[in-house]
């Protein structure tokens, strides 16, 4: 009746009571009291519960769950790291996993990302809460293999799911499957006894028994190693090309050589000029003139390990980042390169400033190796090669200087291009020239007339993306939808890979009028566009047609403004990234995304590139702790518009942009 309506919307509003609407139907609970955490509650551990799945469900600390107040992303992926997992694909709320009971132990929990544990975050006690206000997440299903402890980030003690692994029986086998997990390319020796420090006896593992063809240590025969103590963790020392500098030995001159990465010579198995021209701008040259191959019939030492098989695309900034193994098996003989000389030229950029459009619109003044071209008898066939050079179709061309004066130190001049050259080298040009600051040859570059890559009904957050990939009005279709071809369209989009694949219309439901599919793609695309596929009605699915979706994980940044591959200012998705709390520890995860062995500084101010008021930068403060593999886990805020106050606009907002210089 009227009178219990009027009672219950009044103990709804109250903040003695939380309200559950549930099939129709108010449930009232009231508060329960909550003490400050003891030290036996800092130490209970964290659980999910509600689904037959270990990877989600309802978080439970102590047995005891946790209220959605407040609950998002980076909660989630601190509860998820809690439980051995990498991350969290999502959060969920509203007691996703059915009903809890309603002694919460904590409530608006605000977690900065960092924290080991969701204790550690500030949060309230968990009043105010019902039992259909439980907070959950879906953990990323792998749990997380890490080597703690060691020199650097090739070695260490090995900790499964945030536990360690026991040494009873652990042997080079084991240890080459824990590294290729790790990304290595197998293992140098497997370690015991604790060797890089005592671990906690809670051990995830012992008497592990891989074959050495398994893709996961959880895929070996193993036990729960209850019986191991501190001293008996297992670790290893993997075969770390990472770490390893590069050098050329046995050359007539310092630009030619045979290749090492560390003490490991290079096997020429596989080995061609697109692998020869990164080994090169490694070693700080333009690029690779020739690759070469010497027979090892002479010099073949009985099992000498070498790395080989090198899958080089030829844009990579490292060998590192290049699929390769490392064994002994070389069929061929010792890789070899003849690098272009100091003075070569071949690395061509585009140069920005105040009066030129923002960096990936493809327009700016020509320059290679950081010197203008002249733009005497420049033409569209010129612009057109410069711009395929640059992973455009083609473009037009622009005199005078256009996007701003350049200096007056020309690297070439009457440049007579055909239009069919694969780079301006190709082309008859003199290499000096009489020209002035005025006088820069400069491109527009073609943005417009290929379909526009994106994804439609997921979410975008902090290092994260997800929903169903569309090329231009067209979805992709889920039939032949693989790991391999999400993992470039996510690089593809900005970020470092995918997580996962998705197949049906997850992100919500696709026109099937006309989808693309049967995509391939070389691997040095820059847009999907540029792959083969088919787009019609026709999609070979059986059963309904369904969309193609994935999650996409971590940035991927890149270098712009540099003289060298390994310096410049740094941008995420053509965004450059504001320099506020810049420093060296975020200088170093982002020169190790890129694949170099070190940082020699962090650089402010941009640098490399101007960049006016008003900029709008990807991220800001960013504050990685400097163990982290990618931008996208250090904390950070997302898109950051430089602006000026209304009274103070001489040079606020201006050239902000965070940049870096990387070592080998």
């Known amino acids: 009746d009227q009178s219990r309506m009027t009672l219950a919307l009044f103990l709804l509003e109250t903040t003695l009571f939380s309200g559950c609407y549930v099939a129709g139907q108010l449930t009232l609970t009231t508060n329960k009291p909550h003490s400050l955490l003891t030290d036996s509650e800092q130490g209970k551990e964290v659980s999910l519960i509600g689904s037959s799945i270990a990877s989600e469900g309802n978080v439970h600390i102590g047995n005891l769950p946790v209220c959605d107040d407040d609950w998002d992303l980076v909660d989630a992926n601190v509860t998820c790291r809690m439980l051995g997992f990498p991350g969290a694909i999502s959060w969920t709320f509203g007691s996703e996993f059915g009903n809890v009971p309603e002694n919460f132990l904590m409530s608006h929990v605000n977690c900065s990302g960092h924290e080991d544990s969701l204790l550690d975050c500030p949060h309230r006690d968990g009043e105010d809460c019902g039992s259909c206000m439980a907070a959950g997440v879906v953990c990323e299903s792998e749990y997380k293999l890490e080597l703690r402890g060691g020199s650097g980030l090739h070695n260490g003690n090995l900790f499964f799911g945030n536990r360690p692994i026991c040494d009873n029986n652990w042997d080079i086998k084991d240890a080459n499957v824990a590294c ?49 103590r501190a001293s008996d963790g297992a670790g290893a020392v993997c075969l770390d090309t990472i770490g390893y500098s590069i050098s050329l030995k046995e050359g ?11 003490n490991f010579p290079v096997c020429s198995d596989g080995w061609d000029l697109r692998d020869a021209s990164v080994a090169c701008r490694m070693l700080g040259y333009s690029g690779a003139e020739r690759s070469f191959e010497h027979d090892l019939e002479c010099d073949r030492t009985s099992d000498s390990l070498m790395i080989t098989d090198f899958g080089c695309s030829g844009i990579e900034h490292s060998l590192q980042t290049c699929p390769h193994v490392v064994n002994n098996t070389c069929e061929g003989g010792r890789a070899g390169v003849i690098c272009y000389p100091a003075d ?31 733009d005497d008898e420049w033409d569209n066939n010129d612009a057109k090669v410069a711009c395929k050079m640059l992973g455009y179709s083609g473009g037009t061309a622009t005199i005078r200087s256009k996007f701003g004066n350049v200096p007056e130190n020309f690297i070439m001049d009457n440049v007579k291009c055909l239009g069919t050259e694969a780079s301006l080298l190709e082309c008859p040009h003199f290499s000096m020239g009489d020209c002035l600051e005025h006088e820069g040859a400069g491109v527009t570059c073609s943005t417009t007339g290929l379909p526009v890559l994106r994804l439609v009904g997921g979410t975008v957050t902090q290092g994260a993306a997800s929903g169903n990939v569309y090329l231009g009005d067209s979805p992709v279709c889920a039939s032949g939808w693989d790991m391999k071809t999400a993992n470039l369209t996510c690089m593809m989009l900005g970020y470092a890979g995918a997580s996962r694949t998705l197949h049906h219309s997850l992100f919500g439901e696709v026109q099937t009028s006309s989808m693309v599919y049967d995509i ?23 059963g309904p047609a369904k969309g193609a979706g994935l999650v996409c994980l971590g940035y991927r940044v890149e270098l712009r403004g540099g003289s060298t591959a390994r310096e410049g200012d740094l941008y995420i998705t053509n965004q450059p990234v504001f320099d506020i709390n810049w420093g060296i520890e975020d200088a170093k995860v982002t020169c190790q995304m890129l694949g ?4 020699e500084r962090a650089t402010s101010g941009s640098t490399f590139v101007s960049q006016p008021a008003r900029t709008m930068y990807k991220a800001h403060n960013v504050q990685c702790s400097g163990t982290e593999t990618n931008l996208g886990d250090c904390i950070h805020s997302l898109n950051y518009q430089s602006t000026c106050g209304q009274y103070w606009c001489n040079n606020c907002g201006i050239n902000h942009g965070a940049g870096v210089v990387c070592s080998y």
Do not use: W
């Open 520 to 542: 391939k793609c070389r691997g040095d695309e820059r847009g999907l566009a540029e792959c083969s596929y088919k787009e019609d009605g026709n999609c070979p699915a059986v």
């Open 180 to 228: 290729m997990m790790l990304g290595f390319h197998g293992a140098y020796r497997a370690t015991i006894s604790s060797e890089f420090g005592a671990v906690p006896e809670n051990f995830m593992m012992g008497n592990v028994g891989c074959l050495g063809n398994e893709s996961s240590i959880k895929d070996c025969p193993h036990n729960d190693g209850g019986a191991c």
């Open 344 to 374: 070569s030229i071949l690395n061509i950029s585009l140069s920005y400033n105040e009066k030129a459009s923002p960096h990936g619109s493809g327009q700016g003044n020509v320059f290679f190796n950081g010197r203008p071209v002249c």
């Open 252 to 262: 007539k001159a310092a630009h030619r050589g045979h290749v090492f990465i560390g």
């Open 596 to 599: 170099f062995t070190g940082v």
